[in-house]
């Protein structure tokens, strides 16, 4: 059964209709999650698509509220009370998620997806060493010895590059500096020797040195254990050496799906072009530009292209109707009307004024 609803650009094997089996390890198709709220139903992820493969880094990027996280607490199935997924399917090695038990679905993701947290103060239990809380899962799940979980906590902090990490495994998280809380947050996701592990904001909260090492650090142990890495950020800046392929996410959905070098050249969808302006220089000299205005919340969706109120290659079509998919060159789709001529570097053609008083 690998029954694909609609092809979904990102990466390098698409399966077309009667091909062999998707070699996806993560295939996440239309997923929509929508919260119960006060003011009715409030829909924070609209028909998301996209597939990991092993050895494969996707970095899903940006803004804050685009729904980067409900979206992957859909896929561990771990949404709140409040939310539920009202369509679509999440596919790991072939089994639908979705269609398990809460239980199951969980089961199922605690062995094989494993998430990282942005806050790994917030994650870690002050009470406990960072050796235990490493080796809580290895003993209560898959009944470890004390003696063998000592030895595989220790193991796994060499893994993360936690130097003298035999003397660090009986240390408390606040003993920790934030770079290093941040290992061992991963060396956790790792102790069950997960397929696919997905990184939530892992390196926001640290300074800028620092990030770039634990996402390198991040990187390494994914080709080296072919992993499949699902890197979420909403900065498109960090995931240029890292990724290799990219979901640009604006109020919900997918924006734009491509692989990472032509993200970088040649952007097909205006946020992202925006989003690239936005990238501070390595030099320091701060962001370039900023995009004006505020994404909108779930809740007041404007009409036609979700982005509109913010695009500087607006016309007026982009106003009333809701851009389809576009697939502007191989393996890449732009939710953008002028998908073609934004990759091109051309500015969309002008509105037509005249057209307006025309007799019937
Ligand atoms: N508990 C909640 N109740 C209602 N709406 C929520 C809740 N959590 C998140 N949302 C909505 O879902 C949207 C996506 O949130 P989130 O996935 O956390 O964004 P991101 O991770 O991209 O910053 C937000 O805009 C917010 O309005
Ligand atoms: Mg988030």
Known sequence: MSAVTRPVPNGASGSAPGSAPSSALLEVTDLTVEFRTPGGPVRAVDRLSYRVEAGRTLAIVGESGSGKSVSSLAVLGLLPDTARVTHGSVRLAGTDLLGLSRKEHRARCGD?????????????????????????????????????????????????????????????????????????????????????????????????TVQAQVLRLLAEIQAERQMGLVLITHDLGVVAGVADDVTVMYAGTAVEQAPVAPVYTTPAHPYTRALLRSIPS???????????????????????????????????????????????????????????????????????????????
């Open 282 to 360: 390595a030099s320091g000299a701060g962001r370039l530009s900023v995009i004006p205005g505020r994404p909108p919340s779930p809740g007041a969706m404007p009409a036609g292209c979700p982005f509109h109120p913010r695009c500087d290659a607006v016309r007026d079509v982009c106003r009333t109707d809701v851009p389809p998919a576009a697939v502007p060159a191989e393996d890449r789709m732009s939710a953008c009307h002028f998908a073609a001529d934004i990759m091109a570097g051309r500015e969309p053609a002008p509105d037509d004024k005249d057209t307006g008083g025309h007799d019937d």
């Open 112 to 208: 094989q997806v494993a998430m990282v947290f942005q806050d790994a103060l917030a994650a870690l239990n002050p009470v406990h060493t960072v050796g235990y809380q490493l080796t809580e899962a290895l003993r209560g799940r898959r009944g470890m010895s004390r003696a063998d979980a000592r030895k595989r906590a220790v193991e796994l902090l060499d893994l993360v590059k936690v130097p003298n990490a035999r003397a660090r495994v009986k240390e408390y998280p606040h003993q920790f500096s934030g770079g290093m809380r941040q290992r061992v947050m991963i060396a956790s996701a790792l102790a069950m020797d997960p397929d696919v592990l997905i990184a939530d904001e892992p390196t926001t909260a640290l300074d800028v």
